[in-house]
């Protein structure tokens, strides 16, 4: 599967963007979708992650209540809603995928992927 993040940007703090992941390839499997960020000096960490289905999510602890993680299958895209947006969340936002028999899995750790998007970068100003 190929990933394809879109909808990066700068923003002041309380504003809100949309990012988009488009997958092409072997999009007639199911798999599971999560976003991931990266901030300067610091480890890739798991934002939120949802399953084929899109019946089950997770969100870390840092952006519950003002992210939400949804998919369109039909368009073969996954989206990261962010809303109140914080300097702290500034990163480059990555999207992956995993190939999955599990309709209703999600997957929280990097280990777990072995599809990548390029990156979007994400700026929140204070």
């Known amino acids: 599967v190929q990933l394809q993040a879109s909808g990066g940007g700068l923003v002041q703090a309380g504003g809100s963007l949309k990012l988009s992941c488009a997958a092409s390839?072997?999009?007639?499997?199911?798999?599971?979708l999560g976003w991931f960020r990266q901030a300067p000096g610091k480890e890739r960490e798991i934002v939120s992650a949802?399953?084929?289905?899109?019946?089950?999510?997770y969100y870390a602890d840092s952006v519950k209540g003002r992210f939400t993680i949804f998919r369109d299958n039909a368009k073969n895209t996954g989206y990261l809603q962010m809303n109140n947006l914080k300097p702290e969340d500034t990163a480059v936002y990555y999207c992956?995928?995993?190939?999955?028999?599990?309709?209703?899995?999600?997957?929280?750790?990097?280990?777990?992927?072995?599809?990548w998007g390029q990156g979007t970068q994400v700026t929140v100003s204070s």
């Open positions: 390839g072997r999009t007639n499997y199911m798999y599971a």
């Open positions: 949802i399953s084929w289905t899109g019946d089950n999510t």
């Open positions: 992956a995928a995993q190939l999955t028999t599990v309709s209703a899995a999600v997957y929280i750790s990097t280990r777990q992927y072995t599809n």
